[in-house]
């Protein structure tokens, strides 16, 4: 069967009685039909713990790393324990384009399958028509006598749509270029934003370019906050789903990890601490770029720590980043990595149906000499009873206090903090910056924003700058193309090699599978 197949035989409980599960009364909700609801203003007094779900190096095949944050909310709720996963929303780009859906696989799924993959609530809508109202009032001040002497505009409109045309764009006085709307500066802030409150505060810190001076110019200094945050009221609310096996599913915000900061929303994650004992969340792609990131940024502004991180990896992957050989290097360099933030580590093997028990085996004997805790997962073939193991060793890793440190003090300058990333993190030797960077760095200096952490923009399939460097490489140098400020988020984005904000579409994209046929979607994964 297709995971959308199975999606559809799952026998659904009413979102009301999912609610129910974490106390949730029906009156806290917001209906969108049977099947999911937005959840009103709404907090318990439980303090949960916090699992992180990360992954080693992708290869461009996916390594499963949302099916393996559902199986293991379902095993630990098959254990009895009061559980909530907390997952980002899929973009509509990569579902049209090279990806498919996101929400998990065979037995181990989040539904309503096609409606969380498709518009869902409506959210990346919100956020782009709230995106695109700033530019157009950005321009129309322009337009309409410029009395903020904006003389460079560098806010970009956004699309949910892989389009690479629109990398480049002519516009009536200058020149510019979109991003996709889970890269965007508005999409980032609604995930880091706290409250309301601090959402209007966060979209008004929004620098929108630079006036005759060389100095900032805000997006409340347009006087447009309000209407922003009218748009964004109701997508600002945690949207509450569940899985094949009815475990309550908090999903909202859905920020990439190889362009932005890669997690989904810090008040859906807050709401899930303060309902359930347990909460399981992922960071997208590799550690390298969905974890350094979920710690140094999210962690570091909402003040969370994991309890235990889960590092997902496949024997396809290990042969992918070995160029053909079973290799750990890649493995170990992810290890390595954690250990910087954290002591509470164990590794899960998302386990294919063509893995051998004679190389699960090797890889399980690999992390046992270094006494980490290997756990292998069956849960796309097997739902929550898969991940059984996975769930006992993780609250035995939570059974005690958690040591968790930050790579890096938010008083070095930028500089500074993109070297440690990429010594620590990269290990790579040098970094180099082209003379596009360097001017955007002055231009930062000059206007203070040295203290906001560092959110890299990089390829996901290498632990370096360039995706044809598997493994674990060393002895090599990363470039800096140029820097982008997320001021309202909070933090400056640094692109590296030749990242694209726009992602484009592939040779064949997964549109062409898809169709409307007798009143059911099909091909959608």
Do not use: W
């Amino acid at each position: 069967m297709t995971d959308l197949e199975i999606a559809r035989g799952a026998k659904k409980l009413d979102i009301c009685d999912v609610a129910k599960k974490l106390d949730i009364p029906s009156s806290k909700l917001i209906l969108y039909g049977k099947d999911k609801a937005k959840v009103l203003d709404f907090h318990g007094e439980r303090q949960g713990k916090l699992i992180l779900v990360t992954a080693t190096s992708p290869t461009p095949y996916g390594e499963g790393k949302t099916t393996v944050s559902i199986g293991l909310s379902d095993a630990l709720a098959k254990l009895e324990k009061k559980v909530v996963a907390v997952l980002r929303e899929p973009s509509m780009g990569p579902v049209f384009g090279m990806k498919g859906g996101a929400t998990g696989g065979g037995y181990s799924q989040v539904v309503p399958m096609e409606d969380i993959n498709l518009h869902f609530t409506g959210d990346f809508h919100a956020i782009t028509a709230a995106n695109n109202l700033l530019c157009a009032a950005i321009d129309n001040h322009i337009e309409k006598g410029n009395r903020l002497h904006i003389s460079r505009v560098t806010f970009k409109r956004c699309l949910d749509v892989n389009d690479r045309e629109l990398r480049r764009v002519q516009l009536k006085n200058r020149r510019e270029s979109f991003t996709i709307t889970a890269a965007s500066e508005i999409m980032t802030l609604f995930c880091l934003a706290t409250s309301f409150d601090d959402l209007r505060e966060k979209l008004g810190n929004i620098v929108i370019g630079y006036n005759d001076k060389g100095e900032f110019v805000y997006a409340r200094d347009l006087d447009i906050v309000g209407s922003l945050l009218v748009l964004l009221k109701d997508a600002f609310l945690p949207n509450l789903v569940q899985t094949l096996e009815n475990t309550p599913v908090f999903i909202h915000g859905g920020p990439f990890a190889n362009i932005a900061h890669g997690c989904n929303s810090v008040v859906a994650t807050k709401l899930g601490l303060s309902l359930a004992d347990y909460v399981v969340t992922e960071a997208g792609f590799g550690a390298d770029l969905g974890a350094e990131k979920f710690f140094d940024i999210k962690c570091r502004k909402a003040n969370l720590h994991p309890d235990c991180v889960v590092l997902v990896t496949t024997l396809q992957s290990l042969y992918y980043n070995g160029e053909g050989r079973l290799s750990f290097d890649n493995l170990q360099a992810h290890i390595d990595n954690l250990k910087l933030y954290t002591n509470h580590l164990v590794v899960c093997i998302n386990r294919f149906p063509k893995d051998t028990s004679e190389d699960i085996q090797r890889v399980e004997k690999y992390l046992s000499d270094q006494d980490i805790s290997c756990y292998v997962s069956t849960a796309y073939q097997d739902g929550g009873e898969g991940a059984i193991s996975l769930a006992q060793g993780v609250l035995d890793q939570t059974s005690d206090t958690s040591e968790f440190h930050l790579l890096y003090d938010d008083h070095l300058s930028i500089t500074e903090k993109i070297e440690v990333i990429a010594h620590k993190i990269y290990h790579a030797d040098e970094v180099i910056y082209s003379d596009d960077a360097l001017k955007t760095l002055e231009a930062f200096s000059s206007n203070h924003v040295e203290s906001l952490p560092i959110c890299i923009a990089k390829t996901q399939y290498s632990l370096s700058d360039d995706a044809k460097k598997l493994g674990a490489p060393t002895s090599y140098s990363i470039t800096v193309r140029d820097l982008v400020l997320y001021n309202g988020a909070g933090f400056i984005t640094v692109l590296l090699g030749n990242i694209m904000t726009m992602p484009g579409l592939p040779t064949t994209p997964n549109y062409e599978k898809i169709d409307y046929v007798d009143g059911e979607i099909v091909g959608l994964f």
